[in-house]
Structures are given as structure tokens and as C-alpha cells.
């Protein structure tokens, strides 16, 4: 199984993203939050630095989007470069649409699910989408503890990923570290966002290391 590690620069110093960023270098890809204040209760940047951002960095970017009004601004993030554009789906008043317009554009197009939203609804909609971020937190803040509950939904996604013979990537967000990594991707996940098990203790590269073994174990 493929292993995707995806740092979350939400845990970097803001004022050296990219000297942080730098640190990472050996993962997949750089994981972006974008929030707004309204969808979340927390505010970080927009599509100016997320260009400044995707100028300097050696890895492409996963931006998750945790705005109100994605419909609106999602496209933007996709036309400065963004390797993939998550939105969420309680958010989105059209998400296959908007999946669409994303894939046009060139970004793989990802939705989003918070932890208390179901993804049956999702299931059926497999090819309309790259990649199924389920939240293991509650979205808006890093440092929160993984929510296992959730990993019917990422077990019920993987079998309908394995059905549809799709390339759809699975991604869980939020309390990854070296032990909940291998909950997450016995469950069927194969994309890690991490934020503080990467950069808050230790050698980042050391801990993206870490973090791929234990993927890699299950
Ligand atoms: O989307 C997010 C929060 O809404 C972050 O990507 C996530 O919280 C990463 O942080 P950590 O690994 O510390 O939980
Ligand atoms: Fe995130």
C-alpha cells in the first residue's frame, strides 16, 4: 500500500514557513489549512500566502480548506498551483460541481467530512473526487487527541474504493502520531496529515520517518 505522509505547516513557525517547510522535505506533500474564522473558529491565511508558499516550497501542496463559501474561493487556491484542493462537504452548496471545476483547472479535487458527518452520501459519488479527508478532530486546531469512533467511516470508504477499482485517496487529519497511524491505516487509510507529532518535539525528519514505518507495519 502506498503511504503518504503530509506534514501540517499549521504546527510551523509562521514566520519561517519556509525553513520549516525545508525540514520536511522528505515527505509527500505539504499540507496547508486554510480557515477563515466562520467555518472554524480560528483564522490563518489565504490564497496570497498560499502562493507565497507554493513559490517556495519543494513539495507540492495539499490545501484543506476550512472556509465558509468554498464554492467561491476554492478555485483560486487551485489556480495558483495547488497540487489538490480539499473542501468541506458541509460547506459546499455544490461539491461534485465544484470537484469539477477544480479537476479542470488541474488540481486533484478533495472533500472533506468533519467527524460528526456521515459519508454514505459520499460513497455513491466516488468518481467525482480524488482523494476523502476524514477529520479525526474536531477541524480548527492542531494538538487535538485522534477520535477512533470515526474509522468505520474510513473502513466503509475503502471498500467502496476497492470496488469501484478508483484511484481514490484516503486521508485522516488531525492526533496522527506513531501510534494512532496504524489505527488509521488498518482502517484503509493511505494519506497522514501530521502536524504536532512532526513538528513540535524532535527531529521533523526523523518523525516523518517514524511515522511511514508505522504506516508501513499495518
Ligand atoms: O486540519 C487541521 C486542524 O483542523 C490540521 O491539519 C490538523 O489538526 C493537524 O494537526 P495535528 O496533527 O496537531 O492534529
Ligand atoms: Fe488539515
Do not use: C
Not at 42 to 61: A, E, K, W, Y
Not at 99 to 108: C, D, V
Not at 170 to 177: E, F, M, P, R, Y
Amino acid at each position: 500500500m502506498p503511504v503518504r505522509i503530509n506534514p501540517s505547516i499549521l504546527s510551523a513557525d509562521f514566520v519561517n514557513i519556509e525553513r520549516d517547510i525545508g525540514r520536511v522535505a522528505s515527505a509527500d506533500f505539504v499540507h496547508v489549512d486554510v480557515m477563515d474564522n466562520h467555518f472554524v473558529p480560528n483564522l490563518t491565511f489565504g490564497p496570497q500566502m498560499v502562493g507565497r508558499i507554493q513559490d517556495v516550497s519543494p513539495l507540492p501542496l495539499d490545501v484543506h480548506l476550512m472556509i465558509e463559501d468554498p464554492d467561491r474561493w476554492a478555485p483560486g487556491y487551485a489556480e495558483l498551483g495547488a497540487y489538490s484542493v480539499t473542501f468541506h462537504a458541509e460547506a459546499a452548496a455544490d461539491a461534485v460541481g465544484l470537484a469539477r471545476r477544480l479537476r479542470e483547472i488541474g488540481a486533484r479535487a478533495g472533500i472533506a467530512v468533519k467527524p460528526g458527518t456521515a459519508i454514505e452520501p459520499y460513497l455513491e459519488l466516488l468518481t467525482e473526487f480524488d482523494q476523502v479527508l476524514v477529520m479525526t478532530v474536531e477541524p480548527g486546531f492542531g494538538g487535538q487527541s485522534f477520535i477512533e469512533s470515526v474509522m468505520p467511516k474510513l473502513t466503509a470508504l475503502s471498500a467502496a474504493v476497492s470496488t469501484s477499482g478508483l484511484d481514490v485517496w484516503l486521508q485522516v487529519d488531525g492526533g496522527v502520531d506513531e501510534n494512532t497511524i496504524a489505527i488509521a491505516a488498518a482502517a484503509g487509510a493511505d494519506t497522514f496529515v501530521a502536524g504536532s507529532s512532526v513538528f513540535n518535539s524532535g527531529d521533523p525528519a526523523a518523525n516523518i520517518a517514524a511515522l511511514r514505518a508505522a504506516a508501513d507495519l499495518v
